[in-house]
């Protein structure tokens, strides 16, 4: 079992940069792909980023150039950089998690593929 929690989420003010934390509990941190989604009021859940076992990267159109994802596996931990926000950024993002040794690329960026979530934290972008 893996539990999640997020942090670092907040108000800030367009233009401006926040960085997300993902801390794990559990084994084999460094065994699962590591995404982050987000979901703003009314909308779906989207995908954000996504990182795999091997450091690989995958974004959204809408943040490539923008967003960073990153990880750390000697603390357990995957983190956002967000830059250059929007307000359009607005949501509550999501960190998620699955093993890769069970699952291959074709769930990075799909919601579905993941097994573990966080409950989230808000970011709010001000224009």
């Known amino acids: 079992q893996v539990q999640l929690v997020e942090s670092g989420g907040g108000l800030v003010q367009a233009g401006g940069s926040v960085r997300l934390s993902c801390a794990a509990s559990g084994r084999s ?24 076992r091997s450091g690989t990267t995958y974004y959204a159109d809408s943040v490539k150039g923008r967003f960073t994802i990153s990880r750390d596996n000697a603390k357990n931990t995957v983190y956002l950089g967000m830059n250059s926000l929007k307000p359009e950024d607005t949501a ?36």
């Open 92 to 127: 509550v993002y999501y960190c998620a998690a699955f093993d890769e040794n069970y699952r291959g690329s074709y769930y990075y960026t799909k919601s579905d593929g993941y097994h573990y979530w966080g409950q989230g934290t808000q970011v709010t972008v001000s224009s």
């Open 29 to 52: 941190f460094s065994s699962y792909v590591m995404g982050w989604f987000r979901q703003a009021p009314g909308k779906e859940r989207e995908f954000v980023a996504a990182i795999s």
